[in-house]
């Protein structure tokens, strides 16, 4: 089974309200049925801080978050993980303000997790930042998780429908 790092992005989606926004629609409709037909033949994990973030917010909305993060198993955060993020930061691959975004990263490449899941395109699947964030991870000897959208992880194709 493949190893996936689940970021928050992923369990927002999955739990909140319907979007009247065509393509956050899409996207939990999309996130919806990889959670209930996909997720069962891979190994999921998440951080704290996952957790961190699945806490903020509506009450209720956290309740449902926080509950389908007990199903997934948690990684501890090791002291590497922060200095991996701190490099991330400071070498100007990710700015200051997506400091949580580069520990989500970290992580999962500490762990040597294979796919870390998102929806986060600004900074984590972004095409124009993860040819640098690959390169420097490899440089430091780790193995980056291949980011991806849950639509790519599940190899959606719409042109035959």
């Known amino acids: 089974m493949a190893s996936i790092y689940v970021e928050t992005s992923v369990i927002s989606l999955l739990t909140s309200g319907l979007s009247s926004h065509v393509v956050s629609l899409s996207r939990q ?8 037909d996909y997720r069962s033949s891979h190994d999921l994990f998440v951080s704290q801080f996952v957790y961190d973030e699945a806490s903020r917010g509506d009450v209720e909305l956290s309740r449902r978050r ?3 993060l007990g199903e997934l198993t948690t990684l501890e955060i090791r002291p590497e993980v922060f200095d991996v993020a701190s490099k991330l930061v400071s ?3 990710l700015p200051e303000k997506a400091r ?12 040597a997790v294979e796919y870390l899941l998102t929806w986060n395109c600004k900074h984590i699947a972004n095409a124009h930042i993860l ?22 992880m599940m190899g959606y194709d719409d042109s035959f429908e």
Do not use: K, N, Q
């Not at 640098?132 to 639509?151: K, Q």
């Open 91 to 93: 070498s100007g691959i």
């Open 66 to 68: 926080l509950e389908i």
């Open 29 to 36: 409709m999309l996130t919806r049925e990889w959670w209930a």
């Open 131 to 152: 040819p640098s964030l690959y390169r420097m991870l490899e440089g430091l000897g780790l193995s980056p998780p291949l980011v991806c959208t849950v639509e790519e």
């Open 100 to 111: 949580l975004d580069a520990l989500h990263i970290s992580i999962a490449s500490v762990y």
